[in-house]
């Protein structure tokens, strides 16, 4: 059997991790590239061999979820007999051209270029497959896998555009670059992370519904399970760690700094942010 990583190291198809909710199995997508063909292939392994939900991360790859031990040799190799396997990290000026820099919603219907993002980069089985069948049937056949935890289509007829658009926000999609979910970042949190302090998901969600007049691109937050701010490695306007006895916050900081308020509850966390923003 492949190496199990425990904990501190990146995860990769050959090498998963251990995490609170099973094994963690990262596909390196290069270039952010990926067919409908094989995204269809990724949302049924996530159901089949793991929870079904698929997280899309920072750089651009994706990652299973709640993957089991005795699932993961058949799930390695359905994934290497379709072409998966580990690549080099891609330079991000490899990504194509038309993403933009800051990963604007919906882009230029116009021109046929649809994004739509995801909150906290988490997507299930059925919004891949849906995603993947947009691709299909309508743009290029290929899905761009932005690192602002969206994802882009190319070449969809304006009126098709629209209509896709709208479907998209009752599945759950982002279609507005100035949501307050996208001001956010936040890791899986306990019990999903078993280096997790606390939960963190629905403090995030908290956080997006009471503050959204609050948050835009320079006001940020970042809701991290632990210390390593896997979420988000650079500074935000708010970084809130969670702790044994609460959750800790810093201003303008990363996830390890010295935090200038601790062990706050929920509820306090959300009256000092909206305080101090």
Not at 78 to 84: I, V
Not at 105 to 121: K, N, S
Not at 233 to 241: D, E, L, R, T
Request: aromatic share 6%.
């Amino acid at each position: 059997m492949n190496q199990i990583l425990r904990k501190g190291w990146c995860p990769t198809l050959e090498r998963p991790m251990e995490t609170g909710d099973g094994l963690l199995v990262r596909l390196h997508i290069r270039y952010g590239i990926v067919s409908a063909a094989n995204a269809l292939v990724i949302a049924d392994c996530s159901t089949r061999y793991g929870n079904g939900l698929i997280d899309l991360t920072s750089r651009g790859n994706l990652q299973f979820r709640g993957v089991k031990h005795k699932e993961y040799e058949a799930l390695f190799t359905e994934l290497t007999q379709h072409g998966f396997t580990q690549e080099p990290r891609p330079e991000r000026s490899l990504y194509p051209d038309y993403l933009p820099s800051l990963g604007y919603l919906p882009v230029d219907v116009d021109r046929g270029t649809i994004g739509l993002g995801l909150a906290f980069g988490r997507l299930d089985a059925a919004m891949l497959k849906w995603l993947a069948e947009v691709a299909q049937h309508y743009g290029t056949g290929a899905l761009c896998l932005s690192p602002w935890r969206a994802v882009y289509i190319t070449q969809v007829k304006k009126a098709e555009a629209l209509r896709v658009i709208e479907t998209a926000k009752d599945k759950g999609f982002i279609t507005d670059s100035h949501d307050s979910l996208r001001m956010i970042q936040t890791c899986s949190g306990a019990p999903a992370c078993s280096s997790a302090l606390g939960p963190t998901r629905e403090l995030a969600f908290a956080l997006a519904r009471t503050l959204p007049d609050l948050l835009d691109a320079k006001h940020t937050i970042h809701v991290s399970g632990c210390a390593k701010g896997c979420a988000c490695p650079q500074k935000s306007s708010a970084v809130i760690v969670a702790q044994p006895e609460g959750y800790d916050i810093a201003w303008n900081e990363t996830a390890s700094a010295s935090p200038d308020h601790i062990a706050l509850s929920a509820e306090n966390i959300l009256n000092t942010v909206r305080s101090a923003l």
